[in-house]
């Protein structure tokens, strides 16, 4: 996998390194509540075995999901990647970044980077990707990159014994 610099932030494969500072950012309530699949509290046992799965992956030569790190000087803050890929077609976008990083663009660029390798290096033609109705920084995120609202899924996630609702937004090329 490539890294992608930009002005603000490095996309890069994941280390076993990166541990740390994962569990750092991700035990976060408020970055919990936004993502289907992040249990509260998040300890470092959980992040080296979800970066060691990223690094398994790494080494596939056509895998179904690329996950990449977000490096902000020097630290791991946070994660984008594409998943479900079938290439030539389609691909979920999936991302979270730690709250001191909120507000200030990095994820709208990171997505914005992540749409434009997945249109251009794996030539699909659709990326798309499930919010919960509450996350509206997530919805402007993806607004402003020029995805459209397809729809609302219904019960599209059970956490915490819980059924929630998410928007589908998707960007075509």
Do not use: C
């Not at 610099?5 to 996309?11: A, V």
């Not at 996950?67 to 902000?72: C, L, M, N, R």
């Amino acid at each position: 996998m490539p890294a992608i610099e930009s002005k603000k932030f490095t996309l890069r494969p994941f280390r076993m390194s990166d541990a740390d500072s994962i569990r750092k950012h991700a035990n976060d309530k408020s970055v919990s509540r936004n993502l289907a699949s992040l249990p509260h509290p998040y300890t470092k046992k959980d992040a080296s075995f979800w970066i060691g799965k990223q690094v398994k992956l790494q080494r596939q030569k056509n895998p179904e999901n690329m996950v990449f790190a977000i490096e902000i000087n020097g630290e791991t803050v946070g994660s984008i990647g594409l998943h479900k890929i079938k290439r030539g077609h389609k691909a979920e976008l999936g991302y979270w970044l730690g709250r001191e990083f909120w507000g200030g663009g990095i994820m709208t660029e990171a997505v914005k980077s992540m749409v434009n390798f997945g249109f251009k290096n794996l030539k699909l033609r659709r990326i798309y990707a499930g919010v919960f109705l509450f996350n509206k920084g997530s919805v402007r995120v993806l607004e402003k990159n020029g995805f459209k609202l397809e729809g609302i899924s219904k019960k599209e996630v059970k956490k915490d014994e819980k059924f929630i609702d998410a928007y589908i937004f998707a960007k075509v090329k």
